[in-house]
Nanobody
Framework: QVQLAESGGGLVQPGGSLRLTCAASRQNVEYYTLGWFRQAPGKEREAVSCISMSDRHTYYADSVNGRFTISRDSAGHAVFLQMNDLRPGDTADYYC???????????????????????WGQGTRVTVSS
């Protein structure tokens, strides 16, 4: 059973950058589809980005497209979210998610909803404020 742990959150000024890391343990996630989600105070959790299990596809929410970049390490131990030009609206708890995606149908035609992912981290808080 894979375990996920996010890190890298914190307080940053508008326009700043953060790099979130989601470390996988107990099982390699090299062939998993991986995603990042976020939940702002008082709002529902939303999909931010995903990378397909084949690495052929990456998708981003419109609100972060061009500012955020998802990637994974080749050894299958982590997924990253590089966040640039951060804005107050990016303030949220950020979660990583993973799924073995044996049918290869996640993150193929766009962001996949949260109920498609079987493994979740505990989240890391990002606060963008001056």
């Amino acid at each position: 059973q894979v375990q996920l742990a996010e890190s890298g959150g914190g307080l940053v000024q508008p326009g700043g950058s953060l790099r979130l890391t989601c470390a996988a343990s107990r099982q390699n996630v090299e062939y998993y589809t991986l995603g990042w989600f976020r939940q702002a105070p008082g709002k529902e959790r939303e999909a931010v980005s995903c990378i397909s299990m084949s690495d052929r596809h990456t998708y981003y929410a419109d609100s972060v497209n061009g500012r955020f970049t998802i990637s994974r390490d080749s050894a299958g131990h982590a997924v990253f979210l590089q966040m640039n030009d951060l804005r107050p609206g990016d303030t949220a708890d950020y979660y990583c998610a993973a799924d073995p995606d044996v049918l290869m149908r996640l993150c193929v035609h766009g962001l996949s909803p949260e109920n498609e992912y079987s493994h979740w981290g505990q989240g890391t808080r990002v606060t963008v404020s001056s």
